[in-house]
């Protein structure tokens, strides 16, 4: 029973720790373009570059 007291304060404060991690990650813009490097990929950058010769 002791042991609660030890695991519950651990176990809230990695969440909040991972929550914090998830806020600061969508404050800086992580997830504003999810399909962008998706869709770059499949983009052929060498076509562009030989039809300009």
Known sequence: MTV?????????????LGLAAFMWA???GQFDDP???AERILLDDDLEESGSD
């Not at 609660?4 to 909040?16: K, M, N, S, T, V």
Request: proline share 5%; charged share 10%; net charge neutral.
């Open 4 to 16: 609660l007291f030890y695991l519950i304060p651990i176990a809230l404060f990695l969440g909040g």
């Open 26 to 28: 969508l404050k800086a």
């Open 35 to 37: 399909d962008g490097a």
